[in-house]
DNA sequence: GCTTTAAAAAGTAAGCT
DNA sequence: AGCTTACTTTGCAAAGC
């Protein structure tokens, strides 16, 4: 009863946003109590945001990118945080600045064990990248919609490569039919 | 006009040095790992393809040569694994796989996921093992990979715990030190997959 | 190409008790 | 023999080397 499209979790959103206005990162390392700022490493300052949680790059250009938060919703929560510490700060920030999501990470379960060699060949070694030698998951680049799968001897994949919410549940469908069709879903 | 005509030779020369080069090192890394002089030839074709494709571009040669080599086993049914090619490679590991799973792409070679068997005959030799424990592990392989048990599993490891099991099996008992040495694996690594293989076979 | 961030899957590995 | 930690893979943006 339980359908494999039940069981997607939304794992990782990764979003990008700007604030319309340049920023001194130096100084706002200071002002930010928790900011991580490394230049010679990387050149985004690293500040992360409790709850909901996530981690946001901010760079000089006043562009961010923000990582790790479970939903669409917690990003825009996230990055509002982030907003607002920046305007305490007495730094100009957009009234709504436009936010991108770029990345969505989701994980299912589709109940079957998979016979990852059988499914390298029926899926099209073209398609496919399976090498369990380096990695244990099958690689899987599927066209519509435009996601890259990894698929796992347990049945358990993971989906990533989206940029929208339902992304992840076409795909779910798509493969499950896939696998199906070729008689290696038991 | 004449500056182009030297240049143009130059680069001619400069690439007909490159490729000698190439030739030279898969030559060498085959005799390091004892592959037969067919698989150098195949793995020659290989870098030739890539090289005419442009693969080269933004990778070193000898990185590219290095895959070719790989792949070549691979294609000859006669495999390495990345450890053992990385070890006569001036190319780390991580590198060779990157660039195997690139030119693979890129030329089409489509080869199958590596068969744990093509491992039996060389890593069982390699611990003095007769005929009777190499068919025995290539039972072994057979029954556990039919139950779904290879999924996922690094094949090195897989035919190590085979090899393993067998020869505990045959009374030519290898300790999994021993196994684990020809084969570049963990103990912990065969210990898992040989409990796994001796339930798959009915035994305990 | 690299650098940094985040998260899942499962296998392998290394260090420590 | 465990247990813990860490690394492998995929996707993406950002700025700069």
């Known amino acids: 009863m339980s359908a494999p499209a039940d069981s997607i979790e939304i794992q990782n959103v990764v979003a990008s946003t700007g604030i319309g206005q ?145 992304d992840a549940e076409t795909a779910v469908e798509e493969i499950v039919k896939r696998i199906d069709n070729l008689g290696l879903l038991d | 006009r004449l500056r182009k005509w030297q240049e143009r030779i130059r680069t001619k020369d400069a690439g007909e040095r490159n490729l000698q080069f190439a030739l030279s090192e898969i030559d060498r890394m085959a005799s390091a790992l004892g592959v037969p002089r067919s698989v150098r030839e195949v793995a020659s074709v290989i870098y030739r393809r890539a090289l005419n494709e442009d693969l080269i571009r933004g990778r070193s040669i000898e990185g590219v040569a290095t895959s070719a080599l790989y792949a070549a086993c691979r294609q000859e049914g006669i495999p390495r694994s990345l450890d053992e090619v990385a070890e006569v490679s001036r190319v780390p590991q991580k590198e060779i796989g990157r660039t195997y799973r690139y030119i693979s792409q890129e030329l089409g070679l489509e080869l199958k996921p590596v068969d744990p068997k093509q491992f039996v005959p060389r890593f069982a030799s390699a611990l003095g093992l007769s005929e009777e424990v190499q068919a025995k592990a290539t039972e072994i392989i057979d029954v556990s990979a039919e139950q779904g048990l290879l999924s996922g599993k690094s094949p090195t490891g897989f035919a190590a715990a085979a090899i393993y099991a067998a020869s505990l099996l045959c009374n030519e008992k290898k300790t999994q030190r021993e196994v684990a040495d020809v084969a570049q694996v963990t103990e912990v690594t065969i210990r898992n997959r040989y409990q796994e293989q001796i339930e798959a076979m009915g035994f305990r």
């Open chain 1, 22 to 166: 340049e920023l001194d990162l130096e100084a706002l390392a200071d002002d930010l109590p928790g900011a991580d700022f490394n230049p010679d490493n990387f050149p985004g300052l690293v500040y992360r945001t409790q709850d909901p949680k996530a981690a946001a790059l901010i760079f000089r250009s006043g562009k961010i990118v923000c990582t790790g938060a479970k939903s669409i919703d917690d990003v825009h929560e996230a990055l509002g945080i982030i907003f607002d510490k920046l305007r305490g700060l007495s730094i100009p920030v957009d009234e709504n600045p436009e936010i991108t999501v770029q990345n969505i990470v989701s994980s299912a379960d589709l109940g079957h064990n998979l016979n990852l060699n059988a499914l390298a060949i029926g899926l099209g070694l073209e398609d496919v990248e399976y090498e369990p030698e380096q990695f244990p998951g099958l690689v899987y680049r599927m066209d519509e919609p435009e996601v890259v799968i990894l698929l796992f001897g347990s049945g358990k994949i993971v989906i990533t490569g989206g940029k929208r919410t339902d």
